[in-house]
């Protein structure tokens, strides 16, 4: 795997720096580009659950749903917590999801039991790493594109949201 550095400037040491509060709209495509192209150099990482990155200029050697999202935002200049949960509250809704945007599943439908969350990589896909599961149809273990169709027909499905500064 390449190594991982910020698409849009500077390091992710400087991570808090590199976006402004304000974004005008092609800034905010071109974040949304960034984004999408840091996750998909990460597809087909191993997905252990409770993983830690901790160095992100380098590849990580497994990551869970919400330590993908955390940093690939951060990695991007971005500050996303880590949690599912704590990236669903610190998000914001959107009825029509821009890639870049997250999805997210809780417990029975219910936004205050979140548990996983992917990213929309398109319009039709979102890339998420997803644990292991033997009845799945799909693959699973890693990190993944799944239709966005399979995402909003779940019945644990909550919604899409955005970070603030890509609305």
């Known amino acids: 795997m390449e190594k991982l550095e910020p698409i849009i400037g500077g390091t992710?040491?400087?991570?808090?720096?590199?976006?402004?509060n304000a974004l005008d709209s092609h800034q905010k495509e071109t974040l949304r580009k960034a984004l999408v192209e840091t996750a998909l150099k990460l597809l087909g990482v191993p997905y252990v659950f409770?993983?830690?990155?901790?160095?992100?200029?380098?590849?990580?050697?497994?990551?869970?749903?919400s330590e993908l999202t955390e940093n690939v935002y951060k990695l991007n200049g971005l500050k996303m917590p880590?949690?599912?949960?704590?990236q669903y509250d610190a998000t914001i809704p959107t009825g029509?999801?821009?890639p870049g945007d997250l999805g997210f599943f809780g417990r029975g439908g219910n936004?205050?039991?979140?548990?996983?969350v992917g990213m929309?990589?398109?319009?039709?896909?979102?890339?998420?790493?997803?644990?292991?599961?033997?009845?799945?149809?799909?693959e699973t273990g890693k990190v993944i594109f799944r239709p966005r169709s399979a995402w909003?027909?779940?019945?644990?499905?909550?919604g899409w949201r955005s970070h603030f500064k890509l609305l």
């Open 12 to 20: 992710a040491s400087q991570s808090n720096t590199i976006i402004p």
């Open 96 to 98: 029509t999801p821009l």
């Open 120 to 138: 929309i990589a398109g319009l039709l896909d979102v890339i998420e790493a997803r644990g292991f599961d033997p009845k799945a149809s799909f």
């Open 50 to 65: 409770g993983s830690e990155w901790g160095d992100i200029t380098k590849p990580p050697e497994a990551l869970d749903c």
């Open 152 to 158: 909003e027909k779940y019945a644990n499905f909550v």
């Open 82 to 86: 880590d949690g599912s949960q704590a």
């Open 111 to 116: 936004p205050a039991q979140v548990y996983h």
